[in-house]
């Protein structure tokens, strides 16, 4: 059997470990590596791969061997999509990405059963922003939110070096259309003392005079005030493109710079605003052990069903019981085939329980959160 596997959007720091499951568990058939993404199908950028042809530790690291990207799909790219596919003799195929990647892949699957080809399609999650429907985390947030939790602890104790100058700090985390970034940033367990004093999320209405007021008796109370906010959040003050279809224009945050702008102009504090950028998704050092191994689980699931023919036009799920007040040493995670339907073009938002905007109230959020970063990856 012929497999083929490729990657769309950006890389996360456990992304890699999906491509090293996935060639683990395809022992035995034949397998090609599609890069660059969509555009790299669509350009048949295509060559073939084994296990032996990666080094472990290149798989290891953070980045994408596969390559990713942004693109726009039309009618006619599909059908050009599949025309590789059938050129590379492909029987099966695997995606990793979110949920514009599922949509992809199931349209990929509709035009090739259009056309009379038996496809096999299974879709590997894959992202920092957690939204993919239907799964208890994503492959990807884990890490990014160790990172965020202890980088915004780190900021809280610089800040309060410095608090006679700069009495506030606004944090900007990635996270365009929902809050699960902005708020695992505002984790402090590690370190409760320089835990963030606000968060922000896309979940909730911002209004900007609420904001300042909040600012100001944060302020007052305790003499500076730490804020986290999601990129997200009031678009309408930065024009970045955080709506756009597919995301093919490139966003570079500022919101917690326009929001540091008006604390100084409205409320006369010297601010800072901080935009912590792509390191939330490239920072080696803060990989969580548990996010590692699911992310290498996903792939070789994704292997298995393909050559197996057990599920087709299905995502890898995760599922964990009774996630809400799983401790640690007691995590188990589960893998269930998902719908491509179900997942596709549909963004999981933050529940309505956890958004909140004030840390002190997120106690059951930071007990769903604890085993997914509460173990670092061991590094040599």
Avoid at 95 to 100: E, S
Wanted: charged fraction near 20%; charge should be negative; hydrophobic fraction near 45%.
């Amino acid at each position: 059997m012929r497999l083929a596997i490729a990657q769309t959007g950006a890389p996360t720091a456990v992304v890699n470990r999906s491509l090293d499951g996935f060639l683990s568990a395809s022992v035995g058939n034949d397998v090609v590596a599609i890069l660059g993404g969509a555009t790299g199908l669509l350009n048949d950028r295509v060559r073939a791969i084994t296990r032996a042809d990666v080094s472990s530790s290149e798989l290891q690291r953070v980045g994408s061997w596969l390559g990713g990207g942004r693109f726009s799909v039309g009618e006619n790219d599909l059908s050009a999509m599949v025309d590789t596919l059938v050129r590379h003799r492909v029987d099966g195929l695997a995606i990793i990405g979110g949920n514009g990647t599922m949509a992809l892949l199931e349209a990929i699957s509709k035009t090739a059963s259009a056309r009379g080809m038996a496809l096999r399609c299974v879709g590997i999650p894959k992202t920092i922003d957690n939204d993919i429907v239907g799964v208890d985390h994503t492959p990807g947030f884990a890490s990014a939110a160790r990172y965020l939790a202890r980088t915004v602890t780190d900021l809280a104790r610089d800040q309060s070096a410095m608090g006679n100058v700069e009495p506030v700090r606004i944090v900007e985390t990635m996270g365009r259309s929902t809050g699960w970034l902005a708020l695992a940033a505002s984790y402090a367990r590690h370190d409760p003392e320089f835990a963030a004093d606000l968060v922000l999320i896309p979940e909730t209405t911002f209004e900007l005079p609420h904001f300042l007021a909040r600012v100001e008796d944060i302020v007052e109370q305790r003499g500076r005030a730490l804020v986290v906010v999601s990129e997200g959040v009031a678009p309408e003050l930065t024009l970045q493109p955080v709506h756009d279809t597919n995301h093919t224009r490139l966003i570079q945050g500022g919101i917690s710079r326009v929001l540091a702008g008006e604390v100084r102009e409205n409320l006369g504090f010297a601010a800072r605003g901080e935009v912590i950028g792509t390191l939330q998704r490239s920072a080696s050092t803060a990989i969580s052990a548990v996010d590692a191994e699911e992310a290498k689980t996903v792939g070789a699931i994704a292997a298995t069903w393909l050559t197996s023919g057990e599920h087709t036009d299905v995502m890898v799920g995760i599922e964990v019981a009774d996630s809400a007040t799983a401790a640690p040493e007691t995590y188990v995670a589960s893998f269930t085939p998902i719908s491509l339907g179900t997942v596709a073009g549909h963004v999981r938002a933050v529940p309505e329980m956890w958004r909140e905007s004030d840390p002190q109230q997120l106690s059951t959020f930071y007990d769903w959160l604890d085993p997914l970063i509460r173990t670092p990856l061991s590094h040599p």
